[in-house]
């Protein structure tokens, strides 16, 4: 679909747009995609489509509620953009794949910071990522530094290029479903050591690419024996809940980014 001269990129209806946002930005979070590390088989997608639309850049861009990030990038010389400077948050809100043959001809489209600075788009085609629910979290774009025309077949190549890339979403998010039961005590639900070792490695690489500091605490519960003693062990349980619930995944994300406790053995805690 290609935008009308001036069009605007969101009309902005309150109740209606707001309820569906709401929904869209749920199903984007579920996938637990936004600020992860590279992943191989989502950057062999953007290498495979610079070769084979002939363009300079191609991303898989997540639009979440005040910016762009993108998961795989091929030519984009940054990581994200503002939403209301982006491309995609256009294109999710279109039906089908959206074309602008000539971004100089569209008056918001050409005030873009993309546009005007580095890289210098002139052309744009962006297929959506659509969950099973219907839900556009994102699209599967390709941009030109010079005006150029998307045929019919290449906007449909296109369209098949989101649909693996939305194959990989599915999957990683099936191995991590399966990872996460693996990897948690069935007792508190908290991660087990397994899980630990994996987001210490992580938030370490991470730290080596952002400039993070990465901080593990031990916690020991002291006379736990004493309380299982005296009250039992359905005593000691409820304690234990107790003293871990500040600790829970909704409390500690909600403070510190990457924060996770884990249980070690019995009654010591990790903390990260």
């Known amino acids: 679909m290609t935008p009308t001269h001036g069009a605007h990129p969101i009309d902005p209806t309150p109740v209606g747009l707001f309820t569906a946002e709401q929904s869209r930005l749920a199903a984007l979070h579920r996938y637990n995609i936004l600020d992860t590390l590279p992943e191989p088989q989502f950057d062999r997608l953007v290498e495979l489509a610079v070769h084979v639309f002939d363009v300079p850049i191609a991303l898989i861009s997540f639009v979440g509620k005040d910016r762009q990030w993108f998961k795989a990038n091929q030519g984009m010389p940054f990581s994200e953009t503002l939403r209301c400077e982006s491309f995609c948050a256009v294109a999710i809100e279109q039906e089908g794949v959206m074309v602008i043959p000539d971004v100089d001809r569209h008056e918001h489209f050409r005030t873009?910071?993309?546009v005007l600075g580095e890289p210098y788009v002139r052309s744009y085609a962006g297929a959506p990522l659509i969950t099973p629910d219907g839900q556009k979290i994102g699209t599967f774009c390709i941009l030109g530094t010079?005006?150029?025309?998307?045929?019919?077949?290449?906007?449909?190549?296109?369209?098949?290029?989101?649909?693996m890339a939305m194959d990989e979403l599915r999957l990683r998010q099936a191995l991590l479903d399966l990872s996460r039961m693996a990897m948690t005590?069935?007792?508190?639900?908290l991660p087990n050591r397994v899980q630990f070792r994996i987001?210490?490695?992580?938030?370490?690489?991470?730290?080596?690419?952002?400039?993070?500091?990465?901080?593990?605490?031990?916690?020991?519960?002291?006379?736990?024996?004493l309380i299982n003693d005296t009250f039992g062990h359905a005593g000691g349980d409820g304690v234990l809940r107790g003293c871990l619930k500040p600790f829970s995944w909704g409390e500690s994300a909600r403070k510190v980014r990457f924060d996770m406790v884990i249980i070690s053995c019995g009654r010591?805690?990790?903390k990260s």
């Open 146 to 163: 010079k005006p150029r025309a998307f045929s019919e077949k290449e906007q449909h190549m296109l369209a098949s290029f989101a649909e």
């Open 112 to 114: 873009y910071p993309v």
């Open 185 to 189: 005590d069935t007792f508190t639900g």
């Open 199 to 225: 987001q210490l490695i992580e938030a370490c690489q991470r730290a080596d690419l952002t400039g993070e500091k990465v901080v593990v605490g031990l916690l020991d519960l002291d006379r736990f024996k």
């Open 268 to 270: 010591e805690f990790l």
